[in-house]
């Protein structure tokens, strides 16, 4: 049986900041924002190319925003991500290199933290 994961839940202060910085910032794709009801507001974003998405809005979560660490998304080129991150006016670190791969990280504007990998392949 086939097991997918498919949506995580972040949790955010402001919707519509939140959703400005994943979609105009980082490039997440805009998938629904739909309001169910006064309390309940839905938002899924979907990194370019991804199966899984990230939803945020009201009453998505009970986790405190900016309590999530250890999102990741997996890239071919950590060079042109990073760029691309720090053209759109994300704060990105440094390339930082280990031996399973090379990683950006940065927050968004609540403090979620999310890690940019490319993944390197040893050698032998």
């Given at each position: 049986m086939d097991c997918?994961?498919?949506?995580?839940?972040?949790?955010?202060?402001d919707v519509d900041r939140a959703k400005a910085?994943?979609?105009e910032q980082v490039g997440f794709v805009a998938d629904h924002?739909?309001?169910?009801?006064d309390d309940i507001?839905?938002?899924q974003l979907t990194p370019r190319g991804s199966a899984c998405s990230i939803a945020i809005g009201n009453g998505?979560?009970?986790?405190?925003?900016?309590?999530?660490?250890g999102l990741q998304v997996v890239?071919?080129?950590?060079?042109?991500?990073?760029?691309d991150l720090v053209a759109n006016g994300v704060?990105?670190?440094e390339i930082q290199?280990?031996?399973?791969?090379?990683?950006?990280?940065?927050?968004?504007?609540?403090?979620?933290?999310?890690?940019?990998q490319q993944i390197v392949k040893p050698q032998g």
């Open positions: 997918k994961l498919e949506l995580v839940a972040v949790p955010v202060s910085f994943y979609t924002d739909h309001r169910v009801s507001r839905f938002v998505v979560t009970k986790a405190a925003p900016g309590s999530v660490e890239v071919s080129d950590i060079e042109a991500a990073r760029a704060e990105a670190s290199d280990f031996p399973w791969g090379r990683f950006v990280f940065f927050s968004d504007p609540d403090g979620n933290g999310w890690a940019v």
